[in-house]
């Protein structure tokens, strides 16, 4: 435990030493793609590999994971997307040639990013809120900037062409989990998480619809809120479609989606109209 906070603290150091932090990653990648290298990647991905096991207590799933460990990595993951996307989508510029290496490169970003949202993933499902808090950090840097539109920046900016190819594999990777990633979100606004992080939920709903998700988002949410296996099973179909409009329409006020994310989940909930309704969120 201890060994691995002081790795990801250690690593978060380094990183802070990168002065400057964008809002965009593909803005950031762009201006660091020569900053991250071949060793940083690969202890990334070695940290990654280690803090999913241990998050999960060595057997996989929500119900072992460790509060402190998961803020710890998170933090540091999440610093890593802000501040050097291409230690995790690609192994930067310098030292990769435009044959087979780029393609290796890109495998390995795509491993280590498919197992970074698997991590995020089982912390949606866990009922710690830090651990709920830190997942949706991620999701909202990750899904802030592999979508079509960040990607074509990128391959119009001055990389070369093993990074732009690394770019564009995260996004196939954040294409083929989105669904998984939306399911759980859904699940968890529905009453498999504390009713305080709604707003977190709503969060990366927001962010996959104005950031380029707009019409994969629409098919997950859709296929989510159609599915007959729904965790909520007294939400009716007006009350889904209104929630799914709800999301659709709201890419720039993000106050909306969240009062229509919590009015969503005390239908799912049966807690409309009740007193308990009327109090206000407290995290």
């Known amino acids: 435990k201890s060994c691995l906070l002081h790795r990801a603290g250690r690593g978060a150091g380094l990183l802070g030493e990168q002065k400057g932090h964008w809002k965009r ?14 060793g940083r990647s690969a202890a990334m991905a070695s940290l990654a590999t280690t803090a999913f096991s241990s998050l999960s207590g060595g057997g996989g799933g929500g119900g072992g994971l460790r509060p402190d460990l998961y803020r710890a990595f998170f933090a540091l993951a999440s610093r890593v997307i802000r501040c050097c996307p291409a230690a995790i989508y690609g192994s930067g510029g310098a030292g990769v040639s435009d044959g087979g290496a780029g393609g290796a490169a890109a495998d390995a970003a795509a491993s280590l990013l498919g197992t970074l949202l698997q991590c995020a993933r089982a912390g949606l499902a866990s009922h710690e809120r830090s651990c709920i808090k830190a997942a949706c950090g991620f999701a909202v840097d990750v899904y802030g900037g592999t979508s079509r539109d960040q990607v074509e920046k990128a391959a119009a900016a001055s990389w070369g062409d093993a990074d732009a190819a690394a770019f564009a594999q995260a996004n ?77 329409k709201e890419s720039v006020y993000k106050s909306r989606l969240r009062t229509a994310t919590n009015a969503f989940a005390l239908v799912c909930r049966q807690l409309a109209d009740s007193q308990y309704a009327a109090e206000p969120i407290t995290a």
Request: aromatic letters at 6%.
């Open 25 to 38: 990653p593909a803005e950031a990648a762009v201006r660091a793609a020569g900053a991250a290298t071949p």
């Open 172 to 248: 196939r990777v954040c294409l083929a989990m989105g669904g998984s990633v939306v399911e759980q979100v859904v699940a968890c606004v529905a009453g498999d998480a504390p009713r305080a992080m709604l707003n977190e939920f709503a969060d990366v709903l927001f962010e996959m619809s104005r950031s380029g998700w707009k019409q994969e988002l629409h098919g997950w949410l859709s296929a989510t809120l159609q599915a007959p296996h729904f965790p909520a099973p007294h939400a009716g179909a007006p009350d889904r479609d209104r929630f799914l409009k709800a999301v659709m």
